[in-house]
């Protein structure tokens, strides 16, 4: 038995799901490890005071465990005292969606992490981007994903599957689609509500339930406002056809027995998130212990998770001019797909469940946690150094004050080719700019207004600034895509023939316009 220091994510976090894993965590250690857990209230003391108990905590730890504390700078004065008092001591960090961010929490203090360390990435696209950063690390990193309570969340019972359908008004041959957790444009809920507005045309028999608190956050990293996310939902439900009566948005807060009781009525799980650092998606898991079948973005985390074409789909994501977009078009066709095979369902829901169970659940963790612990005081420490990449010094000089460890980096026009280079992993691919007969056009943004001199003007949620198109050609194929929301090149260029195809390039180009491509599977006739 081992003497285990833990320091865990703050208590901030309010949300069903993450807050399990907390607890869960510390259960797990508990079961085979003496485990002392930094108190939170060390973020309230005095710094004499907070120096003092983080001393006291730090010596005769066999292993420290650093999970996200809230501020990056106490993991830096964790790791100083850890050098002075306890430099036997090893540290196993567990980042927590800060990787994407240009590891802002790790990075001011990766010169202070020693050989035989460990760091623990929750998914293979995080334990990715660490190497654009760094040219070496003086310790292993390996991939250490979240989990779920697989007991708790399991198929219902044909009782309460009726029970919770019956309190949404959902009928026995609808098929509901379900997204569970924050309501917040970085999740993507205004992409989805485009694609439902299609989808609600083609098939009468499909409902939508949004479920989760409304985090009205501004989007930080490209310094932008609260986008008032209520208020654009609510306009798209206003002017989208088809969605009033189809979508019903609960904007509360769940426990895990509503979560439970939602995946019970559930048909189909739907998360298009495009979340900076969607660094695992715990709702995906939770729905395929649930035995729902899946569709989520071929984005960071849920990359792992989902095996495409067996548990689920996994959508195709591009990096355009103006960020990264969800391939709307493939995600239509694979919702109709859904909506249309119910065996299918079954079987994906099945195979879903299966991989929860093998991959994901909490019952296995502690015998995890043993493993990694084991290994990372047992196995020798690798005889090198670590040094940040040109590309992570041109990403530290840019973004890190001395005198400031809790600055995060806020782009601008000057340093966007830095995100770039850190979101462009979480992608499936670069967006094609070139037009061919595979490529569906849609609209990078649904919230297209009319202004008083007849331009147009488009209003992203995520990406500053606003677009405005005054070429009479651009605001006739913009206005096209608004009421159709998908067209084939041929179909855009038959409204001008002459001036279409150098219209749609440059909408291309300044991303007002998103190229989605025909997916292999079965694609309804233009």
Request: net charge negative; proline share 7%.
């Amino acid at each position: 038995m081992k003497s285990i220091g833990v320091c865990l994510p703050s208590g901030e976090h309010i949300l069903a799901s993450f807050g399990y894993l907390i607890p869960s965590f510390k259960a797990a250690l508990g079961e085979h490890h003496d485990i002392f857990v930094l108190p939170e209230y060390v973020y309230q003391l005095a710094p004499q005071a907070q120096a003092n108990l983080i001393d006291r905590f730090v010596r005769d730890l066999d292993v420290l465990i650093v999970w996200h504390p809230r501020y990056p700078s106490l993991l830096r004065t964790l790791m100083e005292t850890r050098a002075r008092v306890a430099p036997f001591t090893r540290v196993i960090y567990i980042p927590l969606g800060e990787i994407p961010m240009g590891a802002s929490w790790f990075r001011p203090s990766f010169d202070l992490f020693q050989p035989g360390d460990r760091i623990l990435p929750s998914c293979t696209t995080d334990k990715a981007i660490l190497p654009l950063l760094f040219d070496s690390l003086a310790f292993p990193t390996e991939v250490f994903p979240f989990w779920v309570d697989t007991d708790y969340f399991m198929p219902p019972d044909a009782q309460m599957r009726s029970a919770v359908r019956t309190d949404l008004g959902v009928q026995d041959n609808e098929v509901l689609f379900l997204y569970t957790g924050r309501i917040t444009a970085e999740k993507n809920l205004h992409g989805v509500l485009h694609l439902f507005q299609h989808l609600s045309a083609e098939r009468s028999n499909v409902r939508l339930v949004l479920a989760g608190p409304t985090d009205d956050i501004p989007f930080l990293p490209h310094s932008q406002t609260p986008s008032k996310i209520r208020q654009k939902i609510a306009y798209l439900l206003r002017n989208g056809k088809g969605l009033a009566g189809n979508v019903l948005v609960l904007a509360e807060h769940f426990g895990h027995n509503s979560l439970q009781r939602l995946y019970a009525a559930a048909d189909v799980f739907l998360n298009l998130t495009l979340h900076h650092n969607e660094n695992f998606g715990l709702a995906n898991v939770e729905a395929m212990a649930s035995e729902i079948p899946v569709i989520v973005s071929d984005w960071g985390g849920p990359r792992d998770t989902v095996i495409d074409g067996q548990t689920g789909f996994r959508i195709p994501t591009y990096q355009g001019a103006r960020g990264e977009h969800v391939d709307l078009w493939q995600a239509f066709v694979t919702c109709k797909m859904l909506v249309d095979e119910p065996d299918l369902r079954r079987r994906l829901g099945q195979a879903a469940r299966k991989r929860a169970q093998a991959h994901y659940a909490v019952k296995d963790l502690p015998a995890r946690l043993v493993d990694v612990i084991n290994r990372t005081v047992r196995d020798p420490a690798p005889a090198r150094e670590s040094q940040l990449s040109d590309f992570g010094k041109r990403f530290h000089d840019t973004f890190h004050k001395e005198e400031d460890f809790d600055f995060l980096p806020q782009y601008d026009p000057e340093t966007m080719d830095l995100y770039r280079v850190l979101a462009r992993p979480y992608c499936s691919d670069a967006m094609a700019t070139t037009l061919d007969t595979n490529s569906v056009l849609f609209l990078s943004t649904p919230y297209v207004s009319t202004r008083p001199d007849g331009s147009l003007q488009l209003r992203d949620v995520v990406w500053p600034g606003d677009m405005v198109i005054v070429d009479q050609t651009e605001i006739m194929l913009v206005s096209y895509l608004v009421a159709q929301i998908f067209a084939t090149p041929y179909q855009l260029q038959s409204l001008s023939p002459d001036q279409a195809t150098d219209a749609i390039n440059r909408l291309l180009a300044n991303g007002v316009l998103v190229n989605g491509r025909k997916s292999l599977r079965p694609n309804p006739q233009f």
